[in-house]
């Protein structure tokens, strides 16, 4: 196939058919206690059908204390390896891969659950924007962490999986540990970059000690972090050049691949990159009033007629005007100064511009998220010459704030003919085989 969008991919230790990667999106589809559901079975079937290469999960915690919600599908003990076979071989059937994402969200979690109060984080302090507590993890408390992570990829192998990613990335624990903007450690995890970097350096040793050389193992990271982009007088954090520093450590420490992402918390106005729908804030931000000191501060605001607006105005400045490829100049940064492929997420959703950027050299694939829930036959539509769909994902950002309280999918009713059939393909995923 000479066209580059779906030229296959080869990795150290996995090849993928073509350039067009799912990125990590799921809803809370699975049960309570972390065991997972036909329905998330067949929510990672409809991307694979639909012509993606490879499918990268959403956040699957390794441990119940690193969820960010409830009802995500975990790995974090042996009984969960039957159900996540189950999900690849599901995938498999339709030719394509499956990387599962090990995640620990550290003091960042929307809804906690019952069993822990506070996350864990390399802080004491409270996320500054919605105010999630948390507790400074101990040295033993880290090593503990570290091993969850292992013990997740070799899980993650047992079932037959095709590699895993570790979430670096959006402010999550191991962003937490990462950033300068996050990270007040005075111990051998804190200071310097260097130190900064010893706990994800820690994961990747203890995952190849435990899984070898031979399975696929990515990073998703947050090149650049804006870390200041809502909440004002808040440092900046980790920039382009530290990332790179980073990454090429990632390299020589045995990484396969980076997959680039942004922003220091999530959601941030560069990630996903688009709109802030405030009267669908409005009806979800109450589930998460609970979860932090300042979540009810913030439904307050979001309330105000001026004040909501005020919070919309400064994300969507935040957000810049170009939604398309908005990570690509980092990815293309840590593309010059690595070895290894790197895989670019934000936006993506035109052929044209896709192609320009592989045959750029700026990325060795994109992943996709909120296009592909709108179109989950995106790439059968780009083979069959389209070079945008003909309902294309608006950027709204419903999905993601409908996220925490419905089911995941595309709310955007101008994209249907009535929310009646908005409603219907949203529901399809419970039914769907
Ligand atoms: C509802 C929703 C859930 C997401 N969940 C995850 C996740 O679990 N892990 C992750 O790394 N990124 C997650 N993301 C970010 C996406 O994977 C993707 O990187 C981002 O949306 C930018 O890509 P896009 O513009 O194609 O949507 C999520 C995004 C959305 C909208
Ligand atoms: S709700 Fe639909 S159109 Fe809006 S961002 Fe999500 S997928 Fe795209």
């Given at each position: 196939?000479?066209?580059?969008?779906?030229?296959?991919?080869?990795?150290?230790?996995?090849?993928?058919?073509?350039?067009?990667?799912?990125?990590?999106?799921?809803?809370?589809?699975?049960?309570?206690?972390?065991?997972?559901?036909?329905?998330?079975?067949?929510?990672?079937?409809?991307?694979?059908?639909?012509?993606?290469?490879?499918?990268?999960?959403?956040?699957?915690?390794?441990?119940?204390?690193?969820?960010?919600?409830?009802?995500?599908?975990?790995?974090?003990?042996?009984?969960?390896?039957?159900?996540?076979?189950?999900?690849?071989?599901?995938?498999?059937?339709?030719?394509?891969?499956?990387?599962?994402?090990?995640?620990?969200?550290?003091?960042?979690?929307?809804?906690?659950?019952?069993?822990?109060?506070?996350?864990?984080?390399?802080?004491?302090?409270?996320?500054?924007?919605?105010?999630?507590?948390?507790?400074?993890?101990?040295?033993?408390?880290?090593?503990?962490?570290?091993?969850?992570?292992?013990?997740?990829?070799?899980?993650?192998?047992?079932?037959?999986?095709?590699?895993?990613?570790?979430?670096?990335?959006?402010?999550?624990?191991?962003?937490?540990?990462?950033?300068?903007?996050?990270?007040?450690?005075?111990?051998?995890?804190?200071?310097?970059?260097?130190?900064?970097?010893?706990?994800?350096?820690?994961?990747?040793?203890?995952?190849?000690?435990?899984?070898?050389?031979?399975?696929?193992?990515?990073?998703?990271?947050?090149?650049?972090?804006?870390?200041?982009a809502m909440v004002?007088?808040?440092?900046?954090?980790?920039?382009?050049?530290?990332?790179?520093?980073?990454?090429?450590?990632?390299?020589?420490?045995?990484?396969?691949?980076?997959?680039?992402?942004?922003?220091?918390?999530?959601?941030?106005?560069?990630?996903?990159?688009?709109?802030?729908?405030?009267?669908?804030?409005?009806?979800?931000?109450?589930?998460?009033?609970?979860?932090?000191?300042?979540?009810?501060?913030?439904?307050?605001?979001?309330?105000?007629?001026?004040?909501?607006?005020?919070?919309?105005?400064?994300?969507?400045?935040?957000?810049?005007?170009?939604?398309?490829?908005?990570?690509?100049a980092d990815a293309?940064?840590?593309?010059?100064?690595?070895?290894?492929?790197?895989?670019?997420?934000?936006?993506?959703?035109?052929?044209?511009?896709?192609?320009?950027?592989?045959?750029?050299?700026?990325?060795?694939?994109?992943?996709?998220?909120r296009s592909l829930?709108?179109?989950?036959?995106?790439?059968?539509?780009?083979?069959?010459?389209?070079?945008?769909?003909?309902?294309?994902?608006?950027?709204?950002?419903?999905?993601?704030?409908?996220?925490?309280?419905?089911?995941?999918?595309?709310?955007?009713?101008?994209?249907?003919?009535?929310?009646?059939?908005?409603?219907?393909?949203?529901?399809?995923?419970?039914?769907?085989?």
């Open positions: 196939m000479s066209d580059v969008l779906f030229q296959p991919l080869a990795f150290r230790n996995l090849t993928v058919k073509n350039r067009l990667f799912r990125s990590n999106i799921s809803g809370r589809f699975d049960n309570y206690d972390g065991s997972g559901t036909q329905t998330r079975i067949n929510w990672e079937t409809k991307f694979a059908k639909g012509g993606v290469g490879a499918i990268v999960s959403s956040f699957v915690p390794v441990t119940i204390r690193g969820r960010i919600v409830p009802n995500y599908a975990t790995i974090d003990h042996d009984a969960r390896i039957p159900f996540w076979r189950r999900v690849g071989e599901a995938v498999h059937a339709h030719d394509c891969k499956f990387i599962l994402q090990l995640s620990h969200g550290g003091r960042q979690r929307d809804i906690p659950g019952i069993e822990f109060a506070k996350g864990l984080s390399s802080t004491d302090r409270p996320d500054p924007l919605h105010g999630f507590e948390c507790e400074r993890m101990t040295t033993a408390q880290i090593k503990e962490a570290v091993d969850q992570f292992a013990q997740g990829a070799r899980r993650a192998r047992e079932a037959g999986l095709d590699g895993v990613e570790l979430h670096g990335a959006n402010g999550y624990l191991i962003t937490q540990f990462l950033s300068s903007a996050i990270n007040d450690r005075t111990d051998e995890y804190g200071g310097p970059l260097e130190n900064r970097a010893r706990f994800v350096l820690e994961i990747v040793a203890a995952i190849r000690a435990e899984v070898g050389r031979d399975f696929h193992l990515q990073m998703k990271i947050s090149a650049t972090e804006n870390a200041n004002p007088g808040e440092p900046r954090g980790n920039t382009i050049d530290d990332s790179i520093r980073v990454c090429t450590w990632l390299e020589e420490a045995g990484v396969d691949a980076i997959h680039v992402s942004g922003g220091a918390f999530f959601p941030h106005p560069r990630n996903p990159v688009g709109d802030l729908p405030l009267d669908e804030l409005l009806k979800t931000y109450d589930s998460l009033v609970a979860s932090g000191t300042k979540t009810l501060r913030n439904y307050i605001f979001f309330r105000g007629k001026l004040s909501g607006e005020f919070f919309q105005k400064r994300w969507r400045k935040e957000a810049g005007k170009v939604f398309e490829g908005v990570t690509l293309a940064a840590i593309k010059k100064a690595v070895g290894i492929p790197v895989i670019c997420t934000g936006g993506f959703q035109t052929a044209s511009f896709i192609r320009a950027a592989l045959e750029g050299g700026k990325c060795d694939a994109v992943s996709i998220a829930v709108a179109n989950p036959d995106l790439p059968k539509m780009f083979a069959s010459g389209l070079d945008r769909p003909p309902k294309p994902c608006t950027y709204c950002n419903k999905c993601l704030i409908n996220a925490p309280e419905n089911p995941l999918g595309c709310y955007e009713e101008a994209r249907f003919d009535s929310r009646e059939e908005m409603v219907r393909e949203i529901m399809s995923v419970f039914s769907a085989n």
